[in-house]
């Protein structure tokens, strides 16, 4: 069984109130509306919480709209509010979207049926805005797992963001620190991708220094990208540093390899 909508209808006016839980009622169902007359109703609803979203009035005999608001957003910051009044200003509707007021509705005869609207497309934006959060917690979450170091800079060079794995590769704790190294020219690297014809993409084996000077071998790719019409470069950084010394290490094998053929080789010539 679906969950009933659980609604605050704030104020004095009870003909208002009525027309307002009406047209609630013909827009969800299942529908519970709690209507608030006074402060310690309010203060007694805020504590309990139970409650999915709020359309109040401005001007109440005991308090505010904006008080309201703040009283609401302080304890349920995600909770959406709705005002529908006829006695604010522009002023006053500025001030409560400043505050984090969904929809400033002016009362009108033919203005009720906006309410339950605006009450829908706020609970729609706050779904949206929860599933944008939780993504972003899993994206945030998965970069720090990944053993590649992913990162992004602007034309000048500076670090915007990085994941763990990046900070960990350089030995910094934070974006500042890294930024603060000089670990590597990315503004000349901007101006170098800049040349290219898309996909704007290098990617180089470059030697680097952790903070407390270590030498690591890493494999640098970096593309040209644009993010709300501002050029920046995504990058990622693989330590390399085993695969180079394997390499080196075959190199030594094949020589030694090498050596010992043409001793044999003379060996046998000279029998």
Same mark, same amino acid.
């Given at each position: 069984?679906?969950?009933?909508? $659980?609604?605050?209808?704030?104020?004095?006016?009870?003909?208002? $109130?009525?027309?307002?839980?009406?047209?609630?009622?013909?827009?969800?169902?299942?529908?519970?509306?709690?209507?608030?007359?006074? #402060?310690?109703?309010l203060n007694r609803a805020i504590a309990a919480g139970n409650f999915d979203a709020v359309v109040t009035d401005f001007q109440l005999r005991w308090s505010t709209g904006l008080d309201v608001l703040?009283?609401?957003?302080?304890?349920?910051? #995600?909770c959406p509010v709705v005002m529908f009044t006829n006695t604010g200003t522009e002023e006053v509707a500025v001030e409560a979207m400043k505050l984090g007021l969904d929809d400033y509705i002016i009362k009108g005869p033919n203005r009720y049926i906006r309410v339950p609207i605006a009450v829908r497309h706020a609970?729609?934006?706050?779904?949206?805005? *929860?599933?944008?959060?939780?993504?972003?917690? $899993?994206?945030?979450?998965?970069?720090?797992?990944v053993k590649i170091g992913i990162f $992004?800079?602007?034309?000048?060079?500076?670090?915007?963001?990085?994941?763990?794995?990046?900070?960990?590769?350089?030995g910094v704790q934070s974006l500042a620190d890294a930024n603060a190294m000089n670990w590597f020219d990315l503004r000349d690297g901007y101006r170098q991708l800049m040349q290219l014809s898309p996909p704007q993409q290098q990617e180089q084996e470059v030697s680097? *220094?952790?903070?407390?000077?270590?030498?690591?071998?890493?494999?640098?790719?970096?593309?040209?990208?644009?993010?709300?019409?501002?050029?920046v470069v995504d990058g990622l950084l693989?330590?390399?540093?085993?695969?180079?010394?394997?390499?080196?290490?075959?190199?030594?094998?094949?020589?030694?390899?090498?050596?010992r053929v043409q001793e044999r080789t003379a060996e046998l010539e000279a029998a």
């Open positions: 069984m679906t969950s009933p909508l $659980r609604i605050l209808l704030i104020d004095d006016n009870r003909s208002d $109130r009525a027309l307002v839980l009406r047209e609630l009622q013909r827009e969800f169902d299942p529908l519970e509306v709690t209507e608030i007359t006074s #402060s310690g109703e703040e009283m609401v957003k302080q304890r349920h910051p #995600s609970l729609e934006r706050r779904e949206m805005q *929860q599933r944008a959060a939780l993504l972003e917690i $899993r994206l945030q979450g998965l970069l720090n797992q $992004r800079s602007n034309a000048e060079g500076v670090l915007i963001e990085a994941n763990r794995a990046f900070l960990e590769l350089l680097l *220094q952790k903070s407390n000077g270590n030498q690591f071998w890493a494999l640098l790719t970096t593309t040209l990208n644009t993010v709300e019409a501002v050029a693989e330590d390399i540093s085993d695969r180079k010394q394997a390499e080196v290490d075959l190199q030594q094998l094949n020589a030694t390899l090498e050596t």
